[in-house]
């Protein structure tokens, strides 16, 4: 597969365990925050979004964190399986681009330990 | 199946040549992007649509060309200005209503020796 997730920041995590991931931004104009997973040799999927004005949105088996304070976004995986091991890439929705276009962060590599 | 496809896979051109990648959907979206991705990198925005027969320059548009005769199709041309080609290739759809979600192809490798 295509090898995206050289020198990206990895985070171990053993099978079963939670998973945080962090993405800090600097566009504080931003109306949403989106996270995509891209497993290896595949085009990014759509995990989830959340709106400036939320702080906190669960999907399955995730939950997204906003903290618009210090600028932070963070991806909450629960009872992690081999399956989430892939590339997270956190983006960003603003107004300033016209809210039809993402731009997107540089990406968390995951490698889940069976 | 719905979905978007992106054809050839693999795609080994010379440098000097143009080549043009494919992209179809057959999802009735309005909106199409084209994203390149090098190892270590997020994706970085080409050009988008989001209508027929209207196109925008993303980030880094340079060296790069498209067409969006038709709603389904959004080919991309990387000409013989683009100063490092090889890459990987992605193509994305969505709808005018959702543009947070976007739905990506499988992604085209392009070499130029």
């Known amino acids: 597969g295509e090898s995206v997730g050289l020198h990206l920041p990895t985070l171990s995590v053993q099978e079963g365990d939670n998973s945080i991931i962090n993405c800090a931004y600097s566009?504080?104009?931003?109306?949403?925050f989106i996270w995509y997973k891209q497993e290896s040799g595949k085009g990014p999927q759509f995990i989830i979004d959340i709106r400036s004005n939320m702080d906190k949105r669960q999907g399955q088996r995730v939950t997204v964190l906003l903290n618009k304070t210090v600028k932070h976004l963070s991806l909450q995986i629960a009872a992690t399986q081999p399956g989430d091991s892939a590339v997270y890439f956190c983006a960003e929705n603003s107004s300033l681009y016209g809210n039809n276009r993402l731009a997107f962060g540089k990406g968390n590599q995951v490698v889940v330990i069976p | 199946d719905g979905g978007i496809t992106q054809s050839p896979k693999y795609l080994f051109r010379k440098e000097g040549q143009n080549v043009t990648l494919s992209c179809e959907q057959n999802?009735?979206?309005?909106?199409m992007y084209w994203y390149r991705q090098d190892p270590g990198q997020g994706l970085r925005l080409i050009y988008y649509s989001q209508i027929v027969n209207d196109f925008q320059k993303g980030d880094i548009a340079e060296g790069y060309s498209v067409s969006r005769e038709k709603k389904e199709s959004f080919p991309l041309t990387v000409t013989s200005a683009q100063k490092n080609p090889t890459a990987f290739y992605l193509c994305?759809?969505?709808?005018?209503?959702?543009?947070?979600?976007?739905?990506f192809g499988p992604g085209t490798r392009l070499t130029v020796l």
């Open positions: 999802l009735n979206h309005d909106a």
């Open positions: 566009n504080s104009a931003s109306d949403y």
């Open positions: 994305a759809s969505s709808t005018s209503r959702s543009y947070n979600e976007q739905f």
